[in-house]
């Protein structure tokens, strides 16, 4: 019998399903890794007058945390069931999770990407009854659960018989697969696939053969085609998913089968939406399949609008090309967002870079290449960074500009795009180092704790930080101009500008220290945000709005401000020509404000 002679219609009838929401823009994702968010202990809070690197006081302890980052640390998804109130009280309306399917078990791939067995969850993270738990309680409070796929490569199940070999475009001999132990010994040619059952091998059944892998080896060009397509992903063993051009493209049996997996997964527990992992690494015509495949049978049960965000680097024109021609709903991992997002919080990029990204209409006129509203996930802080090649760190790795998070914070949640959170952000983690270990810290604390500590936890509500994004997220989700409205870079003159209006410029060779002024107007109402990315001096400026949309005399009000002081205070509009209005605004030192 086939693994996969499950019968989809059934396990789905006499269901109801969580419907999508209609609009993903709306909602406010965050994103963690399984095994380093909750393992459902009761830890004491972190202290940072005495947890702070407390591994430092002797190499034992020092080495014990070391050696954590790299393997398995607890995290299950039970856990995370009992902490969905942390996250429903922070804002978050859809949860992000790393991978779950069983990984081989002779790996630490304590991450999720090194998938042993499609059909089955992996132990250290709990059951598949409690991932169907996960996102029955999410949706008893109106969240929704996206899950990590993997498509295009499975663990390290198989060995060539030359060791580690490099890419070639013939197909390598392979001597065989691997059993429980990760040992060579399972004939590659015919397979005793009843004595490999559960742990060797890989599952299901129908990829347990040689022609569901392309056989080629790792990728050593990153930027060579068809190698990155065809490769190894390092020790992962990548998938022959079909061929064929994109318009005539051949789903391979592999993919077939992968595809009904991933179906039954939305149909036993009621996920909301995919994040297609390395979408680069897919030739399209197999991403297309996949998801014309997935968002046909989710709309089957309802989910009229279930989203498929791609993981897509390369750029911005290779991941517009990509998502135009596969279908994907939203693109993630556009190097130039997270960093340019990062950077003009800091003051390190011009605020221009940032907001030339985005566009405010798909309508035929504006450039391809800028992403609208609801195709692309907007973040900072993630799980590998891809952008920093030798050096991985967190936002508040830069002690200088740490007191700007929040300041980052308010520009991911009220600028375009669909937001998202890290794990930890919203604690100030400051993990940083030459691995991607070092920005995987662990929220329950244990053996690899954030801040370089052992034994403390990090769900704290005090934390001013989640705090002030309880409180965002409060004002996002009250008023709709923040959250769908069009956005407009405001020109503005401070003092001394000699009444001079202009857009904020950077420096060459020095940071921004200024102010960043945009609108969200949507139906006829314009709501003005501004930032101030100068920690000791508050900026008073004039700063332009639509004089389509209101008429002299009349005023804003201060909705929001980083200085409870100013909330409620008016701005009266000015007259400076027939076409130019403006506000006068104060913004606090290292501060925002919202006026409407």
């Known amino acids: 019998m ?14 109801d399903y969580k419907p999508s929401p209609e609009a993903w823009e709306e909602q406010i994702l965050y994103f963690l890794l399984v095994d380093r968010f909750a393992d459902g202990s009761e830890r004491p809070l972190y202290d940072p007058e005495k947890d702070y690197e407390n591994i430092l006081g002797d190499e034992e302890s020092r080495q014990r945390w070391e050696n954590a980052g790299d393997t398995w640390n607890g995290g299950n998804l039970s856990g995370l069931i009992e902490r969905l109130d942390y996250l429903k009280d922070l804002g978050i309306t859809a949860i992000w999770i790393s991978p779950v399917l069983k990984q081989a078990p002779f790996a630490s791939t304590y991450h999720g990407y090194g998938i042993q067995n499609f059909l089955a969850v992996d132990p250290h993270f709990g059951s598949r009854e409690d991932l169907q738990e996960l996102c029955q309680k999410a949706h ?3 969240m929704y659960v996206i899950l990590d796929v993997i498509i295009n490569h499975a663990a390290d199940v198989f060995s060539y018989e030359v060791e580690d070999p490099a890419y070639s475009e013939e197909r390598y001999p392979v001597k065989s697969f691997k059993n429980e132990k990760g040992e060579p010994d399972i004939d590659p040619e015919n397979p005793d696939r009843s004595a490999a059952w559960s742990e060797g091998g890989v599952w299901p059944r129908e990829i347990f053969e040689l022609e569901a892998f392309s056989r080629r080896g790792y990728i050593t060009d990153w930027e060579n085609y068809p190698e990155y397509v065809e490769g190894d992903f390092y020790s992962l063993k990548n998938i022959n998913t079909g061929s064929g051009e994109l318009a005539d493209y051949r789903a391979s049996k592999a993919l077939e089968v992968l595809t009904k997996c991933y179906k039954y997964w939305i149909a036993y527990a009621d996920i909301d939406g995919f994040r297609l ?4 690494h897919l030739h399209p015509g197999a991403a297309r399949y996949f998801v014309t495949e997935i968002r046909e049978f989710a709309h089957t049960l309802g989910k009229k609008n279930f989203y498929i965000i791609g993981e897509i680097t390369g750029g911005m024109e290779f991941a517009r090309e990509i998502c135009d021609s596969t279908g994907l709903n939203a ?28 566009k405010n209409s798909q309508l035929p006129g504006e450039s391809e290449y800028k992403w609208y509203k609801n195709k692309v996930i907007t973040m900072f802080d993630d799980h590998d960074m891809v952008y920093q090649q030798e050096h991985k760190e967190r936002f508040c790795a ?57 034994g403390c936890s990090f769900f704290d509500r005090d934390n001013p930080v989640y705090q002030e994004m309880s409180k965002l997220s409060r004002l996002r989700k009250e008023h709709e101009s923040l959250k769908v409205g069009r956005q407009y870079l405001r020109r503005f003159c401070c003092d001394g500008d000699d009444e001079k209006f202009h857009l904020p410029a950077k420096p060459e060779d020095e940071k921004y220290r200024g102010l960043i002024a945009w609108s969200r107007i ?74 409407a």
């Open 140 to 142: 008893d409070r109106d």
């Open 277 to 280: 992992d390395t979408v680069k």
């Open 398 to 454: 830069d002690k200088e500009t740490t007191p700007l998070l929040k300041n980052a914070i308010f520009l991911n949640l009220f600028s375009l795009g669909i937001p998202c959170m890290y794990y930890g952000t919203e604690q100030a983690f400051d993990g940083s180092g030459d691995e991607d270990k070092y920005v995987r810290e662990s929220m329950f604390g244990g053996d690899f704790g954030a801040f370089r500590s052992q």
């Open 2 to 15: 086939r693994d996969t002679d499950f019968d989809l219609q059934k396990i789905a009838e006499k269901r």
């Open 522 to 595: 949507f139906s006829q109402k314009e709501f003005l945000l501004a930032m101030n990315s100068d920690l000791e001096e508050d900026i008073k400026a004039k700063v332009m709005i639509d004089s389509d949309l209101c008429s002299p005399g009349d005023s804003f009000q201060c909705l929001y401000s980083s200085r409870e002081g100013q909330i409620d205070a008016t701005a009266e509009i000015i007259k400076m020509d027939e076409e130019n209005y403006f506000i006068e605004i104060e913004v606090p030192a290292g501060g925002r404000v919202i006026f």
């Open 331 to 358: 693109a993630l991992g556009i190097n130039k967002i997270p960093k340019n997002l990062e950077e003009t919080a800091k003051g390190y990029s011009c605020p221009k870079n940032y907001f030339s990204i985005f």
